[in-house]
């Protein structure tokens, strides 16, 4: 009796959750030097971002609990992604870095490496290019995808645009045209075995080049990071980028993602978006959740 008992408590919440797991492939954090200082208080909804940073991150923390996030990308300044990191008791935190330019935060390649080897790093990314004028395939990126390769650390990049202000604000050098998933293909040739995933999946600008790309080179993945959630004009755009992945067959590629940035309440959002999308089945939803990051990531 008390044998089955146990086996019971033991079994049954593995049975529960093991459904429901879920890798977001694209978290942001922040410190308070950077907290707000790129994203306006209210998102399109007129939805308020958290006050603080040390508030989001407690919210951010929170949603990883109740949806059974187990492991969860996060970029952002590298202060802000190792104090999450420190606080974080469940192993969920994959630590990456949010550069939008080769030399953000002071960085260069000795830097970069020593961070890699320290554990610092464990995912390039979010990395944004397109922000800063600059395109993954120029040289000054290039030291920095040597590393990568040679220490098995993936790459994540931005594709698409962005925040329609800007280019007129904090990013001037930003253009449409930066945001073409084409403009990463000198790195897959050139970095055959670099793990690799575009954000975004192209954006509202280039869902077929992005699976045309994923078509062309079969190590590339990507996640849908903002598109299930932002605005009602990102959520067509990736309904009928899941329906034609899936035609073309390259679904076991594509992985969850929220973007939250700092509006925390993003993350259900885009869990139940994906969710409410008929034409996906269960085994193609817990594989956009769960699966095809494991395997991306090497979880398993
Ligand atoms: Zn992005």
């Known amino acids: 009796m008390k044998i089955h008992l146990l086996i019971l408590f033991v079994l049954l919440p593995q049975f529960l959750f093991s459904q ?6 694209h978290v942001h954090s922040y410190s308070d030097s950077d907290f707000g200082e790129r ?4 998102d399109h909804y007129g939805m308020k971002g958290s006050a603080t940073a040390e508030q989001h991150r407690q919210e951010t923390f929170k949603a990883f609990e109740q949806f059974n996030i187990v492991k969860a990308m996060v970029s952002g300044n590298p202060e802000s992604v190792i104090n999450w990191a420190q606080k974080d008791n469940s192993n969920r935190v994959i630590k990456g870095i949010l550069q939008f330019a080769p030399d953000s935060y002071g960085m260069d390649s000795v830097r970069f490496e020593q961070m890699v080897k320290d554990g610092d790093i464990e995912i390039f990314g979010e990395l944004g290019p397109y922000y800063s004028g600059t395109t993954l395939s120029d040289p000054e990126w290039q030291p920095y995808l040597r590393i990568c390769e040679r220490y098995d650390i993936p790459v994540a990049v931005h594709t698409g645009g962005g925040d329609p202000l800007g280019t007129h604000t904090w990013a001037p050098k930003a253009r449409l045209k930066l945001g073409d998933p084409y403009l990463i293909e000198d790195v897959l040739v050139n970095y055959p075995k670099l793990r690799i995933y575009m954000m975004h999946a192209g954006g509202e600008d280039w869902p077929e080049h992005a699976i045309r790309l994923m078509a062309y080179y079969p190590q590339l993945y990507t ?3 903002v598109m299930l ?3 009602p004009n990102t959520q067509r755009y990736i309904t009928e980028f ?4 899936k035609h073309a067959g390259y679904l076991d590629r594509v992985m969850f993602g929220s973007d939250q940035m700092i509006w925390p309440y993003a993350i259900e959002k885009s869990i139940d978006f994906l969710n409410s999308l008929d034409f996906l089945t269960e085994e193609d939803k817990t594989g956009i959740f769960y699966d095809n990051a494991a395997r991306f990531l090497k979880l398993e």
């Open 242 to 245: 899941l329906k034609n992945i």
């Open 223 to 225: 996640d849908l990071g």
């Open 229 to 231: 959630w932002v605005e």
């Open 39 to 42: 994203e306006p208080a209210s």
């Open 20 to 25: 429901t797991r879920i890798i977001d492939m």
